[in-house]
């Protein structure tokens, strides 16, 4: 057994430099994994679209609102101007650190029905079917002026009488 020379610890010199080496490799590889993880894409699913074997189930001229929504289940939108169409819609949005979410697919099921309510027609679409809409960017103007809380509340101060308080 070698005689140790007074004043040495263990641990020290080149033991703790292994260690220091170990924890630096150690710390590469998470920032190598964190890294690769950053680059896989984030996938989002949006919205439901009944299977084809659904809504293959559905007669065109036969079936009734209820009928639909028993196959398929209720639409979370309809026509906006009357109950005349039913439609389910669902998107798959990716998204790669940094960049902005991108949507990859949309598929659309849209059920018409007609004056009573039997389906009427039944048709698919997909993102590729879609067409752009511009978005008009003008804004209607509130009476609401840009106050705080406390502004709006101070201003109230006196606009009341206690006839209002009292019925």
């Known amino acids: ?3 140790r020379t007074p004043g040495h610890r263990p641990g020290t010199g080149i033991e703790r430099a ?5 924890a630096g490799l150690l710390g590469a590889a998470v920032a ?5 993880a950053a680059c896989s894409p984030q996938i989002r ?4 679209v009944p299977d084809d074997s659904l809504v293959s189930g559905i007669e065109v001229g036969r079936a009734t609102r209820d009928d639909v929504a028993a196959a398929i289940g209720p639409p979370r939108a309809t026509a906006l101007v009357s109950d ?4 389910y819609v669902g998107s798959r949005w990716e998204q790669r650190a940094p960049r902005p979410a991108v949507e990859v697919s949309r ?7 007609d004056g009573r309510g039997v389906v009427s027609n039944i048709e698919r679409f997909t993102l590729q079917d879609g067409q752009a809409v511009p978005l008009s960017r ?3 103007q509130t009476s609401v002026r840009e106050q705080g809380l406390f502004s709006r509340i101070l201003s109230n101060v006196g606009r009341f009488s206690a006839s209002d308080l009292v019925d």
Do not use: E, K
Request: no cysteine.
């Open 1 to 3: 057994m070698a005689a």
């Open 18 to 22: 292994g260690r220091w080496r170990r």
């Open 32 to 36: 190598v994994s964190a890294a690769l």
């Open 45 to 48: 699913h949006h919205g439901y």
């Open 84 to 87: 005349d169409a039913w439609f």
């Open 107 to 113: 598929d659309l099921l849209a059920i018409t029905f």
């Open 138 to 140: 003008r804004v209607t």
